[in-house]
């Protein structure tokens, strides 16, 4: 299989390599030759949605293209997958304010405390009902070292037989679902207490929802809110049927990427997605931008919460020694950020002495009570009221929180701001080095509609450009696209998603946790390497057999014939190069066991990891 693996590795990155070449002028020919009727449907689902499935298009021909995309742009106008919701249900903390949340999954340490006596029950009520839940269930008169875990009341052994005990143990997959079913809802705290936390990490993927967040809850109560984010983001990827909004979804955060394990954002990210963020997907700009700006998310990733003007600029400061050592100062980092990342682009005409005036402005702006899931507010005693000069516009002294408000309105309407967010579109939607042109139009739809940002993805969607030779198949499929187009592309069902995340994060792309304030790139050179594709192949061959955990698929869908079974998967006919190497690949399974076929999710992963559906 190895030498499979090499013939699909040299296509994999001549096809990166071209993807991701710089073109010159006279390259951009590609883009004014257009496509069939067949492959502009096809086209509009690969960048539109996270990958077509099933019936996908023969229901756009259907409907007809256009109306199609026109539904997409206007989601509100679409019913949304019922299995969807029935999905996100029990994935309660996306519904939370970060307060709540932070009252909901009481950390560990605290509910050590309290088990102790050495610290009272939470004042608020839901806290305190989340910490008394398994406190009563703990044995404090125990001595057990700081660095281990309470022993439970009830050890495993009273609630289950020896045999059962076993198969907690060292059971099968379908020895533990039937096991964790068979419990009593009553015995479940219990239980789940009584297990040590290795063992309550094997029974995650046997376990209904309800019990894995218990499960969860028991080991390390916040690792609850991170699961809730990764299960929600690929259970809307791969069901909604408002696939162009979950798509721009991912784009936005990226765009505006906060990182979730910084601090007190594992709390805030999920209010910051839902209200910051998928809002204003294809609305104004300056409401996005407005959105993430005021959001405790972005305030304490970037460090704003904590930018305060120096006492000799701030009039309400107290003077004196003291009052300068406490002081924390102006913390320049969202400053750069907004402008380089969010409205600019590095090329966009500011100086340093900008970023240090509009830094100067979002003083102030603040989190009231950061570490218990607290809101926005403006301080006006820790802005700095004085005159301040961004981009050649003088905002007066005197201001406070409108000071930042300005800078946001002249970020935004900004010719700069036009440009790079209609490049930072294109490139996403259309091809890693998008025609200048297309640029261009996009940038005139952006200033014309003082930002509106479904009129100019209308502008691109309608262009030439974008149903063109030039970006059809031209983009590689980051790791999430790939994970997430595979499973819509076999209609596997998934039962749990966390194995899916975790297979992101081992390839690079952990849900929610980009360390630098870029957000994970879409650009093909980013991902694509001869180990990424052994990666992919690797899952796909699972995938295919029905072998990788919290999914479920009949691999007997798949017709006999190779070449089929690709067209099934590919939704369009393989390249050459694609069922040669299958062809190797059968001829290999038939030389190691000629008396039994090749089984049919062999071909399935294969194609899988092929070069062909790494492409959209």
Partial sequence: MRRIFRHLTGGFVAVACLAASSPHASDYSKFTKGLSKDQ?????LDRLTFGPRPGDIAMVKKMGLKKWIDLQLHPGQIPENPSLDVRLKPLESLRMTAAETVATYPSQQLIRAVALGKQQLPDDPVARAAVERQVQRLDAKRQVAADQPLEPRIPLSDLLTQEQVRIVRSGTFDQRRALLASLPDWTSDDFVIALNQNQRNQLLPAANPDLRRKLMLANRPEQVVAADLDEGKLFRAIY???????????????????????????????????????????????????????????????????????????????????????????????????????TLGVDGGYTQQDIVEVARCFTGWTIDKPNQG????????????GEKTVLGVTIPAGGGQEDGEKVLDILARHPSTAKFISRELAQRFVADNPPPALVDRMAQTFQASDGDIRGVLTTMLTSPEFFSQGAYHAKVKTPFEMIVSAVRATGAKVDYAMPLANQLSTWGEPLYRKLEPTGYSNLSSEWINSSALLDRMNFGLQLGQNHFQGLQLEPKKFPTNPTATAKQLLFVDPAHQTLTAIDKALKEQKKKDPKHPAPPGLVAGLVIGSPDFQRR
């Fill in 40 to 44: 502009e449907i096809l086209h509009a």
């Fill in 240 to 342: 909604s049927d408002r696939q162009l909004e979950e798509v721009l979804t991912d784009f936005w955060y990226n765009h505006f990427n906060v990182d979730m394990g910084k601090g007190a954002d594992q709390f805030f990210v999920p209010s910051y997605e839902r209200e910051a963020i998928r809002p204003h997907v294809l609305g104004k700009f300056r409401e996005l931008l407005e959105a993430t700006a005021t959001s405790p998310a972005m305030l304490f990733y970037l460090d704003n919460w904590q930018s305060q003007a120096p006492p000799a600029a701030n009039p309400n400061a107290k003077n004196g020694k003291q009052a300068a050592k406490n002081a924390r100062g102006l913390n320049e980092n969202y400053a750069r950020e907004l402008m380089e990342l969010h």
């Fill in 374 to 385: 607290g809101s926005f507010t403006f301080n006006a005693k820790t802005h700095d009221k």
